[in-house]
């Protein structure tokens, strides 16, 4: 019987806090995100949790030791990636992001935010991150699954936005909607090839500038 799949977003860091963009930047989480981190340990207390997978960031780490340490779950074996790394902004890394919607406009930011391959300047598209994460997720998390082990999965909106993508199987033209947003809990339940069976949402209430 397979496992279940459980995808977690790391919560408020320091850069989310000033709405920058952060990207491959290495930012650690606010006290908010700690606190907010602990609150997702508690929406999975009741999961048992086989093994773990993170993104190679400060702040993907650091959700996911809060979640586990709050599920009293010390001897996870974990695994960090940069294959879930978050999407490079380049160069709009480090800029307001709401500084930036007033430069482009909206119908362009949010084309630059939601879009499928909307180019960055020295950056990553959404579909050049799907190239990375889902045959990372195919390859090494998907297999952990089938052999019938709960994986929590703590990354980044992109990285995630891409795995979701292949899991629910969205058009390139759906991208936009899909949405995973801060203290947001996913669970699924999926067949051999990684696709949807069911999913639950478990949510804390986040309040993130981002």
Not at 5 to 22: F, M, P, Q, V
Not at 67 to 74: H, I, V
Not at 105 to 131: A, C, M, Q, S
């Amino acid at each position: 019987m397979a496992g279940t799949l459980i995808l977690a977003r790391h919560h408020e860091s320091e850069w989310n806090k000033l709405g920058k963009w952060t990207g491959v930047v290495d930012v650690p989480l606010t006290d908010y995100g700690r606190e907010k981190s602990n609150d997702m340990g508690l929406l999975i207390k009741d999961i048992p949790i086989d093994c773990a997978f993170a993104s190679s960031k400060v702040r993907a780490i650091e959700t996911l030791s809060c979640m586990l340490n709050t599920c009293e779950r010390f001897e996870i074996p974990t695994e960090r990636s940069e294959a879930l790394d978050e999407r490079d902004y380049g160069d709009y890394t480090g800029k307001n992001k709401w500084d930036m919607e007033k430069l482009l406009g909206t119908d362009e930011f949010t084309k630059l935010r939601r879009g499928w391959d909307y180019p960055i300047p020295n950056g990553e598209t959404l579909k050049t991150v799907y190239e990375r994460a889902v045959p990372y997720f195919i390859e090494t998390i998907l297999p952990k699954v089938r052999e019938g082990k709960n994986v929590l999965v703590v990354a980044h909106g992109n990285s995630l936005r891409s795995i979701i993508k292949y899991i629910e199987q969205v058009p390139d033209e759906k991208v936009g909607d899909i949405e995973m947003p801060f203290g947001a809990i996913l669970i699924y339940d999926i067949d051999t090839d990684g696709h949807m069976k069911n999913k639950e949402i478990k949510v804390t209430e986040s309040n993130v500038p981002a």
